[in-house]
């Protein structure tokens, strides 16, 4: 049965074909013809050519060639040279060892950018191959080679992200099938062997930088579903079913997704994989329904509110999702949050999920318990926290909202309890002129080298992302239900002299530093943090010890959150 609602995929993409038209240099006089990075080109913002814009192939390709509704590009010769223009340029600015720069000049990024843009050329050129010049045909395919032998080498700059290792498949997959290469083919074996290592095959998650992220493991479905598509390796199916199956999870009664849940805080959904899965998954085709009726609410991560260098990936997924959309079956199974009263943990992930008969509950406690508490009938988020966050004398910032492997996590039914040390926040780092001088300085003294290049990324993304900076301030978060009342408890205790100068409990807050999250959602409306009084953060300097206590009665209408607040002696 197809859905009403499957309009909606091309609804939400085809307007902000003119947005990225609009970010495109079209001037065949300019000698940056053909780029779509607006900042570079015409704002002079930017001093280095941004590789990753030019992903935006891919959709002018898609729109040129195929009958959306409402698609005023199809057909249209202009938009068929403004699509190999793109290519021509993304060629011209390409590292000789095959990669390209994307956050910084000399980045030579291994997967994001040189992966991504490679496998949206590639696929615009399989879309326009028969009508592109030959030498331009040649150049693109030249590039996209070397780009795939440089892909396929693996990883040399500590990318713990199993969403890029499941790109890195895709794109060297998609080169096997342009150009025929055996050793493109058994690079691809290697890089999908490489992957497996970041995925969990009993739950079905995959790692992204030291946890489990459902926005990014949906973009893992949708990479992954696209080899499918024309490898039907049954280890690829079984990654994906299962991948699907996990994400179900964070599939929420308000029709949001992922969030805060997540070690990078992301709430898109990669809706393609899920389209190509629904063939044979009745799992996906429940998710991709859920979030296909958010979307057209407005609801997930929409176009509209993404920044330019994501627009560029969101809109030729959903143009995807339309063309491989999948009719539905009569029925379809109910998701988790709609399920019977269950609950399961997850152990390697540390992730809890159950349901009562009236309330869904989903946390992530190696994440220090973050916690989401929805009403199923109504769909509200009647509890929403995501930890504790404070600001020590001396000015350092710390949170129980990070994955730390030393947290103590113990689960009992309804019942879970997380324990460990808040970590002090390293990404509130900013630029000055002097800073920006000195990094462009290293830059150009050492980019010149991939394996330097390589190293510096890797120690900037543990600087500003990983790793764990406890502080002397030690935290037990226990959740439990207890009749009608979900109780959410956080016991503290400061540790030496230290003191605290301000402590806040519960909202919606991120602290990891990723560019593809932060966007405002409707449902931050009807969240609340609990600022802690100067009397209590007086208290807990004093008594080493502080208990907060907040209940939501689960039996009643539109509930409501009660905040109490103990000071114990540490006695």
């Not at 693109?140 to 499941?166: S, W």
């Not at 997930?300 to 063309?323: C, G, K, Q, S, T």
């Not at 220090?368 to 004398?393: H, I, T, Y």
Request: with cysteine.
């Amino acid at each position: 049965m197809t859905s009403p609602l499957r309009d909606a995929y091309a609804d939400r993409a085809i307007p902000h074909v003119a947005r990225i038209l609009s970010l495109q240099d079209r001037n065949p006089f300019s000698p940056t013809y053909g780029s779509f990075n607006r900042t570079y080109w015409l704002d002079k913002t930017d001093d280095f050519p941004n590789a990753l814009p030019q992903f935006a192939v891919h959709t002018l390709a898609m729109v040129y060639k195929h009958a959306f509704p409402g698609n005023l590009y199809q057909g249209k010769v202009k938009v068929r040279e403004w699509a190999i223009a793109g290519m021509d340029y993304w060629a011209s600015i390409q590292h000789k060892e095959g990669s390209f720069d994307e956050f910084y000049p000399y980045e030579r990024g291994w997967v994001g950018p040189s992966a991504f843009t490679t496998y949206a050329v590639l696929e615009a050129y399989h879309l326009l191959k028969d009508e592109m010049p030959e030498p331009v045909a040649q150049r693109v395919l030249e590039a996209a080679r070397k780009a795939a032998l440089f892909i396929a080498k693996g990883e040399k700059e500590q990318d713990l992200l199993a969403n890029h290792h499941a790109m890195a498949c895709l794109a060297v997959w998609k080169a096997y099938e342009a150009l025929g290469e055996p050793t493109l083919k058994a690079g691809f074996e290697r890089l999908f062997e490489g992957f497996l290592r970041y995925h969990d095959k009993e739950e079905g998650w995959s790692v992204e930088y030291d946890g489990v992220d459902p926005g990014y493991l949906s973009a893992t479905v949708s990479f992954l579903g696209k080899v499918y598509q024309t490898n039907s390796d049954p280890a690829i199916r079984d990654v994906i079913t299962r991948s699907a199956e996990f994400c179900s999870y964070f599939a929420y009664p308000n029709g949001f997704y992922a969030g805060s849940l997540g070690s990078r805080n992301t709430m898109h959904f990669y809706p393609h994989g899920f389209e190509v899965l629904a063939r044979e998954s009745p799992v996906a085709t429940a998710v991709a329904e859920h979030n296909l009726e958010a979307l057209s609410q407005g609801k997930l991560v929409p176009p509209e509110i993404m920044a330019d260098r994501y627009l560029f990936y969101r809109v030729p997924e959903l143009l995807l999702a339309y063309l491989d959309y999948t009719p539905r079956p009569s029925s379809l199974p109910p998701l988790p949050c709609r399920q019977p009263p269950t609950s399961r943990y997850f152990p390697g992930a540390r992730v809890f999920a159950a349901t009562t008969e009236t309330h869904y509950v989903a946390a992530n406690l190696a994440k220090g318990g973050v916690v989401k508490v929805f009403d199923k009938a109504s769909g509200n988020l009647v509890l929403n926290d995501c930890g504790l966050l404070a600001r020590l004398e001396n000015g350092r910032v710390a949170t129980s909202q990070w994955i730390d492997p030393s947290y103590q996590c113990q689960t009992n039914g309804l019942t879970w309890e997380v324990s460990g040390h808040l970590n002090a926040v390293p990404s509130n780092k900013l630029f000055s002129p002097m800073k920006t001088i000195i990094f462009r300085s290293a830059l150009i003294a050492v980019g010149w080298n991939p394996r330097l290049a390589h190293i510096m990324k890797g120690r900037i993304r543990k600087s500003l992302m990983l790793g764990q900076r406890p502080v002397p301030l030690a935290f037990k978060r226990n959740f439990r239900i207890e009749g009608g009342t979900a109780i959410l408890e956080d016991e503290l205790h400061l540790e030496g002299n230290h003191k605290i100068a301000a402590l806040s409990v519960g909202d919606e807050f991120f602290v990891r530093y990723v560019p593809q999250s932060r966007y405002f959602q409707a449902q931050e409306l009807d969240i609340q943090g609990y600022p802690i009084t100067a009397q209590d953060i007086a208290a807990l300097n004093r008594e080493k010890r502080l208990v907060i206590r907040r209940a939501v009665a689960l039996t009643t209408p539109n509930s409501s959150v009660h905040q109490q607040l103990r000071n114990q002696a540490s006695s």
